[in-house]
């Protein structure tokens, strides 16, 4: 097993989303319990953030949520996990996030999701941070995007190595050996970098 201890979710708060990923989803937090890995994500309640977080708890895992207090406004903030951070803005808790978590984990999810996961992956070719990153393409849901970023190094604005700073998993299970095999990253975030 890894010494990966912690791992950050980004995913939907859609509550009208395709219920095609809510089993995926709940059997990602479940693992992540049984793996004793704290799962961190974005403080929701909503859509696949409340699943994947109820299915860890249930499970008996440890979840951190770090809600920006403009949310709370458009999205109810889930009060019953293990720690619940309030933060001024989603800069504040997007590097709380990063910080936070050994490797990162992208599931289906819309603009915010998106946001999120470029956002990790250029900090990572950055340097920034080097830890891993999973895309979960479950149900074929990121094909187009890996296909704009493939189409984009052969453009030449995407450098081929920069193709390096994320593996595609397309099963929970997938996932889960992946974190088995990941090293976790010796560097702390560079915050001052951000």
């Known amino acids: 097993m890894s010494d990966i201890k ?4 980004y995913c939907g708060s859609s509550t009208i989303s395709d219920p095609i990923f809510d089993a995926p989803t709940e059997q ?15 403080g929701g309640n909503p859509g696949l953030m409340g699943k994947v977080a109820n299915s860890c708890m249930s499970a008996g895992g440890n979840v951190i949520g770090i809600i920006p207090d403009s949310i709370l406004k458009l999205e109810a903030r889930h009060d019953e996990v293990t720690e619940l951070h309030v933060v001024p803005s989603m800069h504040v808790r997007k590097a ?25 992956l250029t900090w990572k ?62 560097e702390p975030i560079k915050s001052d970098k951000i």
């Open 125 to 186: 070719y950055l340097g920034i941070h080097d830890k891993p990153v999973i895309i979960a393409n479950l149900d074929g849901y990121w094909t187009p995007m890996l296909d704009m970023i493939q189409h984009m190094a052969d453009k030449k604005f995407v450098r081929k190595d920069h193709l390096d700073t994320f593996v595609v998993a397309n099963s929970i299970e997938e996932i889960m050996d992946i974190l088995s095999r990941a090293e976790p990253s010796t």
């Open 28 to 42: 990602l937090g479940q693992s992540l319990a049984k793996a004793g890995i704290t799962l961190v994500y974005g």
């Open 96 to 120: 709380m996030m990063a910080e936070r978590a050994d490797a990162f984990i992208v599931l289906p999810g819309g603009l915010g999701t998106l946001d999120e996961t470029f956002e990790i």
């Open 6 to 9: 912690s791992v950050c979710v």
